[in-house]
């Protein structure tokens, strides 16, 4: 499942484009900063990355970041942040992302039959 999710200046989330993701109804993010729900071990590459795509206005910057769902199951979401502060469409950050935990589930699966 993927989406997309419009991120204000400061961080709270302002729209969500799909119904939910892992189980997160787009009601329960909405209001709140993408970091709330990103796993804390990778916080630093959060915040790396939202510096980044912030600091230069044509940058599109590439992340795989974990996540928590609201059962405390984490997931993994490839996700593509887009600088769209300078829209006055859109006026903050475009983040695209996919769930991809699976294909990591197999990935790890695979390496540890080696």
């Known amino acids: 499942m993927g989406g997309e999710v419009g991120e ?15 189980h997160v109804p787009p009601d329960e993010v909405v209001g709140r900063s993408i970091m709330e729900f990103t796993h804390p071990d990778d916080l630093p590459a959060a915040g790396e990355a ?33 600088n769209a502060l300078a829209d ?3 006026g903050g950050i475009v983040i695209n992302a996919r769930d991809v935990t699976g294909r990591k589930r197999d990935e790890e699966a695979l390496r540890a039959s080696r």
């Open 8 to 22: 204000a200046l400061d961080g709270r989330v302002d729209r969500v484009g799909r119904r939910e993701v892992q």
């Open 50 to 82: 939202l510096a980044a795509v912030i600091a230069d206005p044509h940058s599109t910057v590439a992340a795989q970041l974990r996540f928590k769902s609201k059962y405390g199951v984490d997931f993994v979401l490839d996700s593509i942040a887009k």
């Open 88 to 90: 006055p469409a859109i």
